[in-house]
């Protein structure tokens, strides 16, 4: 068992960044993949970034390419998102996601852990 907790979202103004924290419960941290999400107003949760067992490995969803970085500290059961340059288009509630695979995952049925997600607002 698996319990997020993340952390780090709020009202910005665009072009601003904001940093969110995923923090996991368990023993298993550094055995899943981890993978963050997004759901505007209306919209399906949709995929944002996913990272590897060991950090080594990333990929993002094409509208955040070069502006969010994700990375993990395992000694800290703890993922991150730095979300830079952010326009209104990136407000959503903002979901960390675990894995029971070890790679770097983008669907949602593949994440089976989630957390209680954080809002992001960006206004302009």
């Known amino acids: 068992q698996v319990q997020l907790v993340e952390s780090g979202g709020g009202l910005v103004q665009a072009g601003g960044s904001l940093k969110l924290s995923c923090a996991a419960s368990?023993?298993?941290?550094?055995?899943?993949?981890m993978g963050w999400f997004r759901q505007a107003p209306g919209k399906e949760r949709e995929f944002v970034a996913a990272?590897?067992?060991?950090?080594?490995?990333?990929t993002y969803a094409d509208s955040v390419k070069g502006r969010f970085t994700t990375s993990r500290d395992n000694a800290k059961n703890t993922v991150y998102l730095q979300m830079n340059n952010l326009n209104p288009e990136d407000t959503a509630v903002y979901y960390c996601?675990?894995?029971?695979?070890?790679?770097?995952?983008?669907?949602?049925?593949?994440?089976?852990?989630w957390g209680q997600g954080t809002q992001v607002t960006v206004s302009s």
């Open positions: 996601g675990a894995s029971l695979g070890g790679g770097i995952l983008t669907m949602i049925y593949e994440y089976i852990y």
């Open positions: 368990g023993r298993t941290f550094s055995r899943n993949g």
């Open positions: 990272i590897s067992t060991s950090g080594g490995a990333t």
